[in-house]
């Protein structure tokens, strides 16, 4: 078969079933990807619930609190809450936002962290998700601290920063900083 | 050409990243963990032989005025399929390859393949051709992000090899240590090359 010509006619429609095919493609894969994909994003997020919290009995996912852009997840045990996870981010990163799932006690102390998803820089602002770095939130109370503030060492506070990632580390406490606030004026209102 | 040929011009002859310098962005850019070359590799392998083989099978019905834009119309849907498929099923790679993924459309490996190869030959070789770049690409960026990886981190597909304690050069992960490795990759493949083809 001879190459078809640079007619008007043929370019428009050869294009035009070429695009229609494609889509008609692109759509099948859709259908069958879009049940994995929010599978596997609210999977993620049940396992940083569970990470972040101390064991549970009830369903946190079913029922969760929106304010001001923050999720907060409450578990039960029994009839007791056993703690308060809370999905949090920050836009002052070197790289932009990121999120992070956080821990609290009905106390208001961290229990744990975990990153959900971040673009800081490999090697430096990555590693907050270390242990050497994660490990000085645990146990913390942000309400124990001088004027209830989160702040890294270099701008007066308790938090050694992660080495050569000041801002990184400033934007980790500005994020659980918003988490504890937030967490404060819901614990207030319940009373 | 014989048909094992179009496969190994690939893999060192014209190997896209050492040899004929294309498609440079991603390899810089994702190259900082060998899992990622890997990840990054096998995502642009299939949509280079998807694409060849379609472009190749269609050559006849596409005029020779459009065929850049058939040629993206067919890339982009392929890299679109892979898109979704890797965020569905490898949610972790994806969200450490992020937007690269979604740029592999603009890769020039693959529409300098399209133009160069898969609208001039038959079906076949163009799928070998692809085949051939593909594995040939995620060979060449899977070495330089293990060697950016051992340098910078101290590991090999996140297997750590030396203590926490020893530090490590960081400047191989950074973007500088990228175009540091690159160059000194492409002067030992120049090297080699010029001492067997002799």
């Known amino acids: 078969m001879a190459k078809l010509d640079s007619s008007l006619k043929n370019m428009t429609l050869s294009l035009l079933l070429i695009s229609l095919f494609m889509s008609a493609a692109l759509g099948f894969v859709y259908n069958v990807t879009k049940e994995p994909i929010t599978k596997s994003m609210k999977a993620k997020e049940t396992n940083a619930i569970k990470d972040v919290l101390p064991s549970f009995d009830n369903d946190p996912m079913s029922s969760p609190l929106q304010i001001n852009g923050l999720t907060f997840y409450i578990a039960t045990k029994g009839k007791d809450t056993v703690g308060y996870a809370a999905k949090t981010y920050t836009d002052r990163g070197y790289s932009g936002r990121f999120d992070l799932m956080v821990g609290f006690l009905p106390n208001g102390s961290i229990n744990n962290i975990v990153v959900l998803q971040q673009n800081e820089t490999p090697g430096l602002g990555s590693n907050m998700s270390q242990d050497k770095f994660r490990s000085q939130f645990l146990k913390l109370n942000i309400g124990e601290l001088p004027d209830k503030l989160l702040k890294v060492r270099k701008d007066g506070g308790e938090i050694d920063a992660i080495s050569a990632a000041t801002i990184t580390s400033r934007a980790y406490c500005n994020a659980l900083q918003k988490a504890y606030d937030e967490l404060m004026k819901i614990q207030e209102e319940s009373k | ?198």
Not at chain 2, 59 to 74: H, M, T
Not at chain 2, 99 to 117: D, H, Q, W, Y
Not at chain 2, 151 to 173: A, M, W, Y
């Open chain 2, 1 to 198: 050409m014989s048909n094992v040929s179009h496969f190994t011009n690939g893999l060192v002859k014209s190997n896209p990243t050492f040899v004929l310098v294309l498609g440079t962005c991603p390899t810089l850019a994702v190259t900082t963990a060998a899992i990622n070359g890997i990840g990054m590799g096998a995502a642009t392998t299939f949509v280079l032989v998807c694409s060849n083989l379609l472009i190749a099978a269609l050559k006849n019905v596409i005029p020779d005025k459009v065929r850049i834009a058939a040629f993206i119309l067919i890339i982009a849907s392929f890299v679109t399929v892979v898109d979704l498929v890797m965020k569905a099923y490898t949610p972790d790679l994806y969200n450490t390859l992020g937007i690269f993924i979604p740029l592999i459309v603009v890769n020039c490996i693959i529409l300098g393949r399209a133009e160069a190869f898969a609208q001039k030959n038959s079906v076949f070789p163009a799928i070998l051709d692809g085949l051939g770049m593909g594995i040939g690409f995620t060979l060449a960026i899977t070495l330089l992000a293990s060697v950016r990886e051992l340098i910078g981190n101290g590991s090999i597909f996140n297997v750590k090899l030396v203590s926490d304690n020893i530090s490590t050069f960081l400047l191989f992960i950074l973007p500088p240590g990228a175009f540091i490795t690159y160059g000194y990759l492409i002067a030992i493949m120049n090297r080699l090359r010029a001492r067997y083809s002799n």
